[in-house]
Nanobody, 126 residues
Framework: QVQLVESGGGLVQAGDSLRLSCAAS????????MGWFHQAPGKEREFVSA????????SYADSVKGRFTISRDNGKNTMFLQMTRLKPEDTAVYYC???????????????????WGQGTQVTVSS
């Protein structure tokens, strides 16, 4: 079993940056693709970004492309999301997720992720 814990959220102003971390424990996630999703108030949870098992392939939602960068450090069993030029519409709870072992490619589909964190709040004021 894998436990995922997000950190790094907070309250910032528009234009600021934040770096989210997702630490995995229980077993290694080095053979699993991982992703970030977010859920804004009153909305469905939606895809933000995904990364392949070795970091060689990444994907982004159009709304964050060019502003957010996903990365991972398999030696530390950790994934990151560097968020720059934040906008008020980025306000949401951010969740990290991991696919089951052997699923190497990221995906936008939530149901294809086996493990989820509890989320970290990001609030961007205008």
């Amino acid at each position: 079993q894998v436990q995922l814990v997000e950190s790094g959220g907070g309250l910032v102003q528009a234009g600021d940056s934040l770096r989210l971390s997702c630490a995995a424990s229980g077993r290694t996630v080095s053979s699993s693709a991982m992703g970030w999703f977010h859920q804004a108030p009153g909305k469905e949870r939606e895809f933000v970004s995904a990364i392949s098992w070795n970091g060689g392939s990444t994907s982004y939602a159009d709304s964050v492309k060019g502003r957010f960068t996903i990365s991972r450090d398999n030696g530390k069993n950790t994934m990151f999301l560097q968020m720059t030029r934040l906008k008020p519409e980025d306000t949401a709870v951010y969740y990290c997720a991991a696919r089951a072992p052997g699923y190497y490619s990221g995906t936008v589909w939530q149901e294809q992720y086996a493990y989820w964190g509890q989320g970290t709040q990001v609030t961007v004021s205008s």
